[in-house]
């Protein structure tokens, strides 16, 4: 599932007709880079929620064709926030685990052996996350990592990199259609015990704003993407 039901407000004024994952970088969109991606690594079926603008999203990607994948559409209307996204996206996503993307930041992250791992932790956890050292924007970091399990101390933490695999049992009791935050769902589960998470050093950028959406660019640029 890729999240791109949000405003982008500090993207303004960009984002006031554009919605954020349209928005250019090099020869893609934003969001045709995960999806590329996506494809690379043998996913194919892939949930897109939509809100804001999303009917430009929606014709823009179609079903996915372009891009070697099958794209199913979760419309909120109004943006329900990730957990209330979720929740409302769960018919499509079924009853496996699913890999969730924050459809604005750029990784060269290697998603099947991502994948792989999370699967021999998720058997007794409800999610594992990737992590990132605390970029300048975020420096206190979201969670402790010791030992791949994450926590709630403040120290060895890391900043959530939008990134994760999710266990469905997660929002199990999240209402659908209805407006609710991931990050309460997250220190419920790490409180448990029941939060798993790696740190991924290579690149990572989280395009929330003008500039960051610029560095962006340059760095598909340095790569040859």
Same mark, same amino acid.
């Given at each position: ?17 554009? =919605?954020?994952? $349209? ?8 969001? *045709? ?35 070697? /994948? ?6 909120? *209307?109004?943006? $329900? ?46 999610? #594992?996350? /990737?992590?990132? =050292? ?58 448990? *015990?029941? $939060?798993?998470?790696? /740190? ?9 704003? =003008? ?7 340059? #760095?598909?640029?340095?790569?040859? #993407?």
């Amino acid at each position: 599932m890729i999240l791109a039901a949000g405003r982008g407000e500090r993207m303004r004024p960009l984002t006031d007709h554009t =919605p954020k994952p $349209l928005l250019q970088v090099g020869r893609e969109p934003l969001i *045709g880079w995960h999806l590329r991606h996506l494809a690379a690594a043998g996913i194919r079926e892939v949930v897109i929620n939509l809100a804001h603008l999303g009917a430009q999203i929606e014709a823009a990607l179609g079903e996915g064709a372009a891009y070697g /994948v099958r794209i199913r559409y979760s419309h909120e *209307g109004t943006a $329900l926030e990730t957990a209330g996204g979720i929740a409302t996206a769960l018919p499509l996503l079924g009853e496996q685990l699913f890999l969730l993307l924050n459809g604005d930041v750029l990784t060269d992250i290697h998603l099947p052996a991502l994948l792989q791992r999370a699967q021999a932790q998720l058997a007794q956890r409800l999610a #594992w996350l /990737v992590m990132v =050292p605390n970029p300048p924007h975020h420096p206190s970091g979201d969670f402790s990592l010791v030992d791949g399990l994450l926590g709630r101390a403040e120290v060895n933490r890391h900043t959530y990199a939008g990134i994760g695999v999710y266990h469905p049992a997660m929002f199990r009791d999240t209402p659908p259609h209805q407006v609710a935050k991931l990050a309460p769902l997250l220190h419920a589960a790490a409180d448990a *015990g029941q $939060l798993g998470g790696e /740190v991924h050093t290579g690149q990572w950028l989280d395009v929330g704003t =003008p500039e960051r959406l610029e560095a962006a660019r340059d #760095w598909v640029a340095q790569v040859g #993407w």
